[in-house]
């Protein structure tokens, strides 16, 4: 079952000091901590096996060549893809994203229409603006309701033949709210659109089954779900993997080159050019182990209880108001105190040794909407606790009761 006090033992960081105060780590939506195992990982790499994959026959290179090949198939396994080399390894969210957009530059037409929503991190806004600009393509926008859904109604009338790609994330990042995404996919379907899915928040809480829901193209970073920086993967149907010209051309992506001619290699290997990031794709996979063991049913469960515990408990403090009050979310809680500034509240719980997350979230559109400049952003993790949750609201009451 769910041993807190044991899951707690996993990730070192937690035990330290911050400001000789116990660290409290609410900035979960920014990057997750590491667990023991997945930091053993990256040590056993580095410490007998680090070698340059798929070239040499030595002995060493086999070894790294084995265990990065391992982490992909855990990973396609664990998103359920339907074939191993449809799981491309990336930097992260947003190389798998500009793969994407770059490739789409040959198959779009002036005219042709893009769609994204207004819950959208900046790094799934800035590629397709860029695609638009080099293609004469044109960017529509589903717009939110108050509570920071998506409007349905409104992305069916953005919906039509000149519709050619769709952008939703899974889960807002600022906000949390989960995306009805199946349902997205299946409309875009019906008028003939690819489908890419930013996965990066959601991939931490929700284990996706990128066949069930039909996506053409799922993003996530290792880093939001345990892993280390600088890995991620981007799945992508074969077909459409096939019709996308490569994105960087080097070492590992080619079949044969003369100076006539240059001939690529075959997927997964097409799109992963250079020498990849071996030690944090293994130790991705050692991530993905690790988050299964414990459940992901059993990680929602309990992140929802941290997340209804806690927007109760905030909003017993005056003047909390909180953005972001979808059913569907997940453990994010975005708000601000009336007259107050984020920052201001953010600094002051520092010196608690409390991290959160203030500004714009990369996301200013979503800030327009509510016509603020940013939200104090507190994200939960399996790993918190209510304890922390209660000295967490403490310290914002002391810093609100400090600025007033
Ligand atoms: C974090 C995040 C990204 C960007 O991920 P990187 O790891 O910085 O590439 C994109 N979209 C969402 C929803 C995110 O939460």
């Known amino acids: 079952m769910f041993d807190l006090k044991k899951i707690r033992a996993n990730f070192p960081i937690l035990q330290r000091e911050v400001n000789g105060k116990p660290l409290i780590y609410f900035d979960n939506a920014a990057t997750s901590q590491t667990p023991q195992v997945v930091i053993d990982a ?3 790499y580095y410490s007998s096996y680090n070698a340059n994959i798929h070239r040499g026959v030595h002995t060493l290179s086999q070894e790294a060549t ?15 893809a339907k074939k191993v ?14 793969l994407v957009a770059t490739g789409f530059t040959s198959l779009l037409k002036k005219d042709d229409e893009i769609i994204v929503s207004l819950l959208e991190h900046h790094s799934n806004i800035v590629p397709w603006q860029m695609l638009c600009e080099r293609t004469g393509a044109k960017l529509k926008v589903i717009p939110i309701n108050q509570k920071g859904e998506l409007l349905l109604d409104e992305y069916d009338k953005l919906l039509s033949t000149k519709t050619k790609l769709v952008f939703v994330n899974h889960v807002s990042n600022a906000l949390g709210t989960i995306n009805p995404i199946k349902e997205i996919i299946t409309k875009a379907h019906n008028v003939g659109a690819a489908v890419l899915i930013d996965g990066a928040q959601a991939a931490p809480h929700i284990k996706a089954d990128v066949q069930a829901l039909d996506a053409d193209f799922y993003v996530v970073s290792a880093h939001k779900m345990c892993g280390p920086t600088g890995v991620g993967i981007l799945y992508g149907k074969e077909e459409w993997l096939n019709k996308l010209p490569p994105y960087q051309g080097g070492g ?54 941290l997340l209804d515990f806690a927007t109760q408990q905030l909003l017993t403090i005056d003047g909390v108001k909180i953005y972001g009050t979808s059913t569907q979310k997940t453990a994010v809680l975005s708000f601000n105190i009336e007259g107050l500034h984020p920052y201001d509240i953010g600094t002051i719980i520092d010196k608690l040794g409390i991290a959160v997350r203030t500004g714009h979230h990369c996301t200013q559109p979503i800030m327009d909407f509510y016509n603020i400049p940013g939200t104090i952003r507190a994200s939960f993790s399996f790993y918190n606790t209510k304890d922390e949750i209660i000295t967490f609201v403490k310290a914002v009451e002391r810093a609100k009761n400090m600025l007033l």
């Open 66 to 80: 084995d265990a990065y090949e391992q982490a992909r198939l855990k990973i396609q396994q664990h998103f359920n």
């Open 85 to 98: 080399h449809e799981i491309i390894f990336t930097s992260g969210t947003t190389h798998g994203i500009n």
């Open 252 to 305: 590992e992506m080619i079949k044969e080159v003369t100076f006539e001619k240059t001939t690529y290699a075959d997927l997964p290997h097409k799109f992963e050019a250079g020498t990849p990031n071996i030690c944090g794709g293994i130790a991705f996979g050692v991530a993905l182990d690790y988050l299964n063991a414990i459940g992901f049913d059993t990680i929602a469960a309990y992140e929802k209880e």
């Open 42 to 44: 990256i040590v056993d």
